[in-house]
């Protein structure tokens, strides 16, 4: 199993730019998350899905926006990308059930380091 | 609002020098809390669940344990290769679907 992958694992765009941001996950979870990480600001979760074609709104969200249009797979857009974008990005799925126990921990991604100009 | 805090924020240690990090928490009604390391350049790895206050978790040098209030990562007779950066993040009865993640605790360990 590949787990969680991330696709680019580096990007850089100038400010106005727009990208996509590839999830994908072999673990046939049901939750997918986007976080970002910034120095001494911890792991912050941008968005968030608890199934296919569902998506809600994380502590961060603003300038991004997500879709879930396969249950293994989540995307992370920017529209309009800002220099206060520029950060790591890790994608991480959860919950599945280990026999009849849920289980929700949180298997995380390599990591997209997105650096914005 | 749902908190979680790490101490110390960074830590030294000799090889072999025992030591144990702390997260607190403060939240409406704790259904998990999880513990992961993050080695540079690469996404947090899961390590260990805890559900109950008096629940203990281990894995090689490193124990897991649960109160009330806090929790507690046990680092016995550390190597350098467990140098990282700690973090815990909490599950809340109310919001099951996502976890408050602490800012870490990154742990340096010389030979």
């Known amino acids: 199993n590949a787990g969680v992958t991330q696709t680019p694992k580096f990007r850089v765009l100038k400010t106005g730019q727009s990208m996509t941001l590839l999830c994908a996950q072999d673990?046939?979870?049901?939750?997918m998350y986007w976080y970002r990480q910034d120095p001494g600001m911890g792991l912050r979760l941008i968005h968030y899905s608890v199934g296919e074609g569902t998506t809600a709104k994380g502590e961060v969200p603003d300038g991004y926006n997500v879709s879930r249009l396969k249950k293994q797979n989540f995307l992370l857009g920017l529209e309009s990308a800002a220099p206060s974008q520029t950060s790591v990005y890790f994608c991480a799925s959860s919950y599945a059930y280990l026999g009849t126990v849920p289980s929700y921990e949180q298997y995380f991604g390599p990591g997209t380091r997105l650096t914005v100009t | 609002e749902d908190q979680v805090t790490q101490s110390p924020e960074a830590l030294r240690l000799q090889e072999g020098e025992s030591s144990s990090l702390n997260c607190s928490y403060t939240?409406?009604?704790?259904?998990?809390l999880f513990w992961y390391r993050q080695d540079p350049g690469k996404g947090p790895e899961f390590l260990f669940t805890l559900y109950s206050a008096g629940e203990e978790k281990e894995k090689e040098r490193l124990k897991a344990t649960l109160t009330k209030k806090e929790s507690f990562l046990h680092i016995t007779a550390p190597k350098p290769e467990d140098s990282a950066t700690y973090l815990c993040a909490v599950q809340t009865n109310s919001g099951y679907s996502t976890l408050t993640f602490g800012k870490g605790t990154m742990l340096l360990v010389s030979p």
């Open positions: 939240v409406s009604g704790l259904r998990g």
């Open positions: 673990m046939n979870h049901e939750y």
